[in-house]
């Protein structure tokens, strides 16, 4: 069992429509992350936040941090095809820095 | 600055051999941290260096060790391979390890048949 549950697993829409994915766990984290990997990269980091019911925003991704921080979630608005890849979230428990990553979102943008 | 840099990307074993990864930091960072990821798994933490110590550890069996040398390149080793050792190992570093930002490698990706 994954401390930190993604969903869904694998999401395919068409270039335009939006697309919203969850991270949700029992724990307690300091911070989350959010990384985007490509076939045959590592991950890339987007986005970290670290106060319950923050809200960031890059472009069109909107994160969000849950309240009690314990869940987080990722929105696309208008999605293009350049935004499919595999989305991770990370969370980062205490000082000890390290990472536990959920299982990971496999997003498909068909043009 | 380059990226950072693991070698080999690509490697093929057999059942009981074993492999040595290697990973370049980015020049400056002192942390090197290692992860494997499978299809079935995800991405699970296997070790972080700092300045040549093993400052964190996950939950693999002792086959998996690794150690940072004194310019922060970083090795991995696994001995006796298993089938079930196939992945992409990933390594990231970071400056100090205290709250930066974590750069990823692009993996090295062994196959044990």
């Known amino acids: 069992t994954q401390l930190l549950e993604q969903s869904p697993q694998f999401l395919s829409i068409q270039e335009g429509e939006n697309l919203t994915v969850y991270c949700n766990s029992s724990s307690v984290f300091s911070s989350l992350q959010w990384y985007r990997q490509e076939p045959g990269e590592g991950p890339v980091l987007l986005v970290t936040v670290v106060t319950g019911g923050e809200v960031k925003k890059l472009k069109r991704l909107t994160f969000q941090f849950g309240d009690a921080r314990k869940d987080s979630s990722l929105h696309i608005t208008a999605a293009q095809p350049g935004d499919t890849g595999l989305y991770l979230c990370a969370g980062i428990k205490a000082a000890g820095n390290k990472l536990t990553f959920g299982g990971g979102t496999r997003v498909l943008v068909k043009p | 600055k380059a990226g950072v840099t693991q070698t080999p990307r690509y490697l093929i074993k057999t059942r009981g051999q074993q492999v040595t990864l290697s990973c370049s930091p980015i020049s400056g960072h002192r942390s090197v941290s290692w992860y494997q990821q499978t299809p079935g798994q995800g991405l699970q933490f296997l070790f972080e260096y700092f300045s040549e110590t093993q400052r964190n550890k996950g939950n693999f069996p002792g086959r998996f060790s690794g150690r940072q040398f004194s310019n922060s390149r970083s090795e991995m080793n696994v001995s006796t391979l298993e089938l079930g050792d196939s992945a992409l190992y990933l390594c990231?570093?970071?400056?100090?390890?205290?709250?930066?930002?974590?750069?990823f490698g692009p993996g090295t990706r062994l196959l044990v048949l």
């Open positions: 990231a570093s970071r400056a100090t390890g205290s709250g930066e930002t974590q750069y």
